[in-house]
């Protein structure tokens, strides 16, 4: 009786999370449709970037700026709950390359403020403009739920959804790019850190699974993303210290939000915290002063029933289902890709890229290379990851 009751209930969560997590895409559409507009950000000098690589912590990279960029901002369409809606994000091109560039999608990491977005430039930076002063034509997506989407909940570690805004950005673009006859090579990079190696993951195979796209990957290079998200819960149900409190409270509303749940947030945190996420979240407060006001105990900030919910197989069933969905459990990449984990991560566990490594092998990727960092955290990880990864990019930029 008891496991009757227990396949049943399987049975009707899946039906939930089927209905949730069906295909948003009506139709896919050509860049074309899917641009909107480009406003100009500015020419920037090399010598311009390379000043604000070293302002803003990322002077190990200055070097890597050799060519004038031209920026603008991006505002374009993508499909997210069966709607269409507008999107933006950051475009650097770079001046007086001898060749036509290729294309670099660039994916930011996990982001609180609305004030850094990407397409907010010059007045933020995320280092990754320095791709554009590199030579490539490099493409920075705000995200839904930042930029001119601010207003739409973000879907933090949703697959398709990220995997739509990136792809359609790069649609976006290589359609302004024709119709402004800028030229740029056929060849498409993907990057990204943290949330951004999740999201050019799920670019990845987005692309990859819908020939419809007319893209191809020339190669992508993802760091330290949650890409088993599996494995990331069984981690924070096991241990009494978690260094980001915060990111949990960012998933546990993305996807209440994103999928409808609309469930209070005391069914996932205990008080005070659960009356204060709102006002945490709103967009005009940074990681560390979010992290400063919760707990590092997940026992302590979560709900007692909510946190036991997690260790009991018949429990919390809509959440488990839906990060094992948002996991890359049955695919794995057929361009040539680079995995980076630094091996003490606090915030993204590195077993997560252990076991998505093991994964791809076993499915057969051909071409896919894993870099552990040693002792590496989330911070001090992202330098060795981009110093290794712009050398490799440029080996197949031919």
């Excluded at 819908?210 to 069984?234: F, R, W």
């Amino acid at each position: 009786m008891k496991n009757t009751h227990l396949l049943g209930l399987i049975l009707l969560v899946m039906v939930a999370l089927t209905s949730c997590q069906k295909d948003w895409r009506n139709e896919i559409l050509p860049g074309k449709k899917l641009f909107v507009s480009a406003a100009p950000r500015g020419y920037f000098t090399k010598d311009a970037l390379q000043a604000a690589a070293v302002k803003s912590g990322y002077g190990v990279f200055a070097p890597l700026a050799k060519y004038d960029v031209d920026f603008y901002k991006i505002v374009y369409y993508t499909t997210f709950k069966g709607k269409q809606i507008q999107v933006s994000g950051l475009l650097g091109i770079p001046q007086g390359v001898p060749t036509a560039p290729s294309l670099l999608s660039a994916q930011h990491g996990t982001m609180f403020r609305y004030a850094d977005a990407p397409s907010n430039f010059p007045l933020t930076f995320t280092g990754f403009e320095l791709f554009a002063s590199a030579g490539y034509i490099t493409l920075i997506p705000d995200f839904i739920g930042y930029g001119v989407s601010q207003n739409t909940v973000h879907p933090y570690y949703d697959q398709q959804s990220s995997g739509l805004t990136v792809t359609d950005m790069i649609k976006a673009v290589k359609y302004y790019l024709q119709d402004q006859n800028k030229p740029a090579s056929n060849r498409l990079f993907l990057v990204g850190y943290s949330e951004g190696g999740y999201v050019t993951m799920a670019a990845q195979k987005e692309i990859e699974t819908t020939p419809a796209h007319q893209l191809k990957v020339t190669a992508a290079a993802e760091g330290a993303g949650g890409y088993d998200l599996n494995v990331i819960l069984n981690t924070l149900a096991d241990t009494s210290y978690y260094a980001a409190p915060s990111f949990l409270t960012l998933l546990i509303k993305g996807y209440n939000a994103t999928y409808n749940w609309n469930r209070p947030y005391s069914d996932f945190f205990q008080q005070p915290y659960a009356s204060q996420i709102p006002s945490l979240l709103d967009g005009t407060k940074g990681r560390e002063q979010i992290d400063a006001a919760l707990t590092t105990s997940p026992a302590g900030l979560f709900n007692p029933v909510f946190y036991a919910g997690l260790n009991n197989p018949t429990q919390e069933l809509a959440l488990k289902l839906f990060l094992a969905g948002n996991s890359f459990l049955t695919w794995a990449p057929r361009s040539p890709t680079r995995l980076f984990h630094g091996t003490a991560d606090e915030a993204v566990f590195f077993k997560s890229s252990v076991t998505t490594y093991a994964r791809f092998k076993a499915l057969g990727a051909p071409d896919v290379e894993f870099y552990p960092i040693s002792n590496g955290t989330h911070a001090t990880s992202i330098a060795p990851m981009m110093l290794l990864t712009l050398p490799w990019i440029q080996s197949l930029d031919h």
